[in-house]
Structure formats: C-alpha cells, structure tokens
C-alpha cells in the first residue's frame, strides 16, 4: 500500500510541472536545420509510412498564375525520399511524370520529366499515382520542384488556363480580372491596349507578358558592410538583368519604359507568403509608357529592394522569408535569411526613404 501511494505522489509532482519545463527540451522548428537532410551520426534517415488514406489535412486554395510552370500530365512513378527530422516531419519524394499539356512555361507535351516534392506537414502526402494530374511547379537549380499536385477535375481546367494565360501575380475569373497594381490610385491610360486579351477591372492595366527571346535573372547584391552572423544574404537588394543574347531585337511588353527610363519599379512584382505585392516605390502608370526593347546582344539591369515592401510577416529572431520575384510570366524565387536586430533598421531606413549606402542607391 505503501509503495502504491509513494507512486501515485510522483506521478502527480510531474503531472502539476509547468509546462515550460518539457518545452524546452522539444525542438522547435527555428532551431532545426530544415534544409539539411542529411541525418545524425550514426542514425538512418526517419521512415515514415503514410497513413492509410492520409491526405494534407486542410486543403486551401490554388494560386495557379504564381506558378512559372503548369502542365497536364499523367504521374508514372512516385519514389519517397529520406524525411527530414523536423517537427512536423519534411516529407521529400521523386514524381515522374509524361506530359501532356503544357499549360505554362517551356515543357513539351509527350515529354518526361521527373519534379522534386518536399511536403512539410504531420502526415505523408498521398499522391494519385497513374492518374492524370495538373501540376504547378518552379524550377530552381535546374531542376524542378512541385509546389502542387491535384487529380485533373475537368470541372477546374478551364479557369486554370485563364488563371495561367494572366502575368505572374494577376488573378479572377473571366470578366473580372485583377492585377498586383488595383491598390493603386493611378489608372492605365486607357487607350494604350498593348494588344492585350484581358486587362485588370479596376485599373485597365492590359495583361502583359515578358514574352520570348530575352533572359530575366535575378541576383543578390553583396552589402556595404558584411555582418557577421547577421547579413549572409546582403541588406535585401536584387539586381534584375534582362539580356538579349540573339542577332534580332526583342521586345519585352511587360517591362516598361518612358523616355529613356526603364520603370522597374512599375514592371515588377513581388510574392511573398501567398499574397502579392507591387514593387515597394510602384505608384502606378497613368501616362503613356512603351515596352523596352532590347538590340541583339544588349542587357539592362534595375535594383529593387523587398524589405521596403509593407504587409508581409517579417521573422523576429533570425530565419528565412522567401521572395519570388516577377516580370510578367518570367519570376526568381530568392531565400532570404532576416535577422531582425539588423535588417529591422533597415526597413526602417527605407521606409523614411533614407538610402541604405553612405554613397546612397
């Protein structure tokens, strides 16, 4: 009896300890190294067996336009990979697929492709392997990275074609197109039509496109003062490059000019953490542009800055937001590490319009 009751008093000292007393010894996803999947010394990778019937337990709605590529395409062959000792678990597989629609970007029908899919979530995804599925997907590195896989409804394919034939960014339905600029004051002059087939309801902003035959790249520039520990990926500027390696000229209509200006600012568009945003210092066009055009051999380069951008979620602490960067159909998807004790002060620079550099843009 004795011993029963001595039992039952210990159980009880642990059932009352607060609750921070077992959170710390729980990791927490900004302490896990989620990009790294290579597992602990002297342990194999964790094996997950999906759940009977699993399924990603709430499913929210598809932004087909912000996909670079979207294709019909029946999946041949899944192969799951190793999965990631984070919580909730990081889920990676191999998706082979024979397309037959490329709906968006430069995949031929009849071709194979094989796509990369890294799920973050308490369960293993279940794909509907040998079924026809639409796909969205980025490419990165040369390779291609699924962002979602659903059974064709031949209910939906239709609205995602419009969704896809829209620039990176725009969205709706037919007749009530939106674009990224409709919080802005300034409508498109409404005679410039561009020869566009849909234009934003609110601002008549035609849809435009980057078109074929130039090159959009996206890269970091370095910062003034390197950091340690604190701006491994610079102080938030990107330089975009558009470049005609061709002997013809080529025309962009997405990236507009007016004189001799190139309007990056007004061309470009920004996603970050679903939702879309104008270039941070974009007012909007109401006067007449025209598309740059760029001769053979020619390139032209603009810097842009996300961390003036009003709206997203920033990270408290240190941790990464990502930002995919867009001109019309074309985008880059950067990784940006924030650290908020330094890069805190530099939005704050920004947004007061004060320069970042001592010798200023």
């Known amino acids: 009896m004795k011993i029963a009751i001595a039992v039952y008093v210990i159980s009880l000292s642990f059932a009352f300890q607060p609750e921070s007393v077992f959170a710390n010894k729980v990791p927490t996803p900004e302490r896990l190294q989620i990009n790294n999947l290579t597992p602990l010394p002297g342990r194999g990778p964790i094996r997950v067996r999906p759940v009977p019937g699993g399924r990603v337990p709430v499913e929210v709605p598809t932004a087909w336009s912000s996909h670079q590529h979207v294709f019909v395409g029946t999946l041949d062959k899944i ?22 629609e490329a709906i968006r970007g430069d995949l031929k029908p009849g071709g194979k492709v094989e796509i990369s899919n890294v799920a973050r979530q308490r369960v293993a995804p279940v794909f509907p392997e040998g079924e026809t599925c639409v796909v969205g997907a980025e490419k990165s590195r ?13 209910a939906k394919i239709a609205s995602i074609r419009l969704a896809c034939a829209l620039p990176l960014g725009w969205s709706g339905k037919a007749g009530a197109v939106t674009s990224p600029w409709v919080g802005l004051k300034l409508k498109w002059p409404p005679n410039l039509k561009e020869g566009a087939k849909h234009f934003c309801t609110a601002t008549g902003r035609p849809a435009l496109g980057f078109g074929i035959g130039a090159t959009f790249a996206v890269e970091k520039v370095p910062p003034e003062v390197d950091v ?43 996603l970050c953490q679903g939702k879309t945003y104008p270039a941070p210092k974009a007012k909007g066009l109401s006067v007449v542009t025209s598309p740059v055009t760029l001769k053979p051999g020619q390139k032209l380069s603009g810097i842009i800055n996300p961390l003036a951008l009003e709206g997203p979620e920033w990270p408290k602490g240190g941790y990464r937001i990502s930002f995919q960067i867009c001109l019309g159909e074309n985008s880059s998807t950067k990784s940006f590490y924030y650290m908020s004790r330094h890069h805190d002060g530099i939005r704050a620079k920004l947004k007061k319009g004060q320069p970042i550099r001592s010798q200023g843009d």
């Open 79 to 100: 192969v799951a990979g190793p999965v990631g000792r984070s919580f909730p678990p990081m889920f990676t597989h191999k998706l082979s697929f024979t397309v037959k």
């Open 142 to 154: 040369g390779g291609y990275q699924a962002k979602v896989v659903q059974k064709l409804d031949q």
């Open 228 to 270: 340690k520990w604190a701006n491994p990926d610079g102080d938030g500027e990107y330089r975009l490059t558009v470049a005609n390696s061709g002997d013809k000229p080529v025309v962009i209509p997405a990236l507009r000019k007016l004189g001799g200006k190139v309007l990056w600012n007004e061309s470009v568009v920004i």
